[in-house]
C-alpha cells in the first residue's frame, strides 16, 4: 500500500540549479496535483493534471514545469531555483472513476531549500 | 479562484472539545474536507462532508456545515495531545480542484 510517493525527500539547490520532483501513485487515480506549502500561507495550487498527457496551471505555476507522461507519475520540473521556491512541496492524487468521494491522498513531501 | 481562510491558532486543554472554523466563498462546492498535518508529514485525510449534508459525526469529530453562511467547522470532543497538528480545511470544486484553508495550528496542553 505505496499510495504517494514523493521523491526525493529533501534537498538543497544552488540559485540558477535546475531540477525535478517526482511524484508516483499507485491508485489508479486520475487527477495529481502539486502543492507548495510555506508557513502562514497553508497550500497553494502550482499545477495539476487531469489525466494522462494533460497539465494545467493551478495558482502560483511561474517558474515551474510539469510532465504526466504515464498515469501514474507526474514531475515537477524547477529550470532555474530561485530563494523563493524554498519552500516544503507536496505531491496528491484523487479521483478513481465511478467513486462519487473525491478524497486527495498526499505524498510525505519534498523540502526544498534554494540558497 | 475560491478563498478558503481559517484561523492561525487554536490551543486547548487536554480534556476540553476544540472546535476550529472555515469559511469558504464558492458556493459550488461538492465535498468539503478536514485533513490533519503532523510535523513533518504529509496531510491525512480526517473526515469529508458532502455539500448537501448538514452533519456528520464520526467517533470523537463532528464536522457541522452552515451553506447559507458557508462555513464549515470541525469539532473534537474529548481533546488528547495527540490530537495537536495543523488542520486544514479543503474545498472541493466541480472538477476535483481542491482548495485548501491556511491550516490552524491545535496545541494541546496537558
Known amino acids: 500500500n505505496a499510495g504517494v510517493t514523493q521523491t526525493p525527500k529533501f534537498r538543497v539547490l544552488k540559485t540558477g540549479q535546475s531540477m525535478t520532483l517526482l511524484c508516483a501513485q499507485d491508485m489508479n487515480h486520475e487527477y495529481m496535483y502539486w502543492y507548495r506549502q510555506d508557513p502562514g500561507m497553508g497550500l497553494r495550487l502550482i499545477h495539476y493534471?487531469?489525466?494522462?498527457?494533460?497539465?494545467a496551471k493551478g495558482e502560483v505555476p511561474d517558474g515551474y514545469n510539469v510532465s504526466r507522461l504515464k498515469k501514474q507519475n507526474f514531475l515537477l520540473g524547477l529550470e532555474s531555483a530561485a530563494p523563493s521556491q524554498t519552500s516544503v512541496y507536496f505531491c496528491?492524487?484523487?479521483?478513481?472513476?465511478?467513486?462519487?468521494?473525491?478524497?486527495?491522498?498526499f505524498g510525505q513531501g519534498t523540502r526544498l531549500t534554494v540558497v | 479562484g475560491e478563498d478558503v481562510e481559517q484561523s492561525l491558532f487554536l490551543s486547548v486543554r487536554e480534556g476540553d472539545s476544540s472546535v476550529i472554523n472555515c469559511t469558504y466563498t464558492d458556493s459550488s462546492s461538492t465535498y468539503l474536507y478536514w485533513y490533519k498535518q503532523e510535523p513533518g508529514a504529509g496531510l491525512q485525510l480526517l473526515t469529508y462532508?458532502?455539500?448537501?449534508?448538514d452533519m456528520k459525526q464520526d467517533q470523537r469529530l463532528t464536522v457541522l456545515l452552515n451553506k447559507k453562511d458557508k462555513h464549515l467547522s470541525l469539532r473534537i470532543a474529548d481533546t488528547q495531545t495527540g490530537d495537536s497538528a495543523i488542520y486544514f480545511c479543503a474545498d472541493a470544486q466541480p472538477g476535483n480542484q481542491f482548495y485548501f484553508g491556511t491550516g490552524t495550528s491545535l496545541t494541546v496542553i496537558p
Open positions: 462532508i458532502f455539500s448537501n449534508m
Open positions: 496528491a492524487s484523487s479521483y478513481r472513476r465511478g467513486r462519487p468521494e473525491a478524497e486527495a491522498f
Open positions: 493534471s487531469v489525466g494522462e498527457g494533460t497539465t
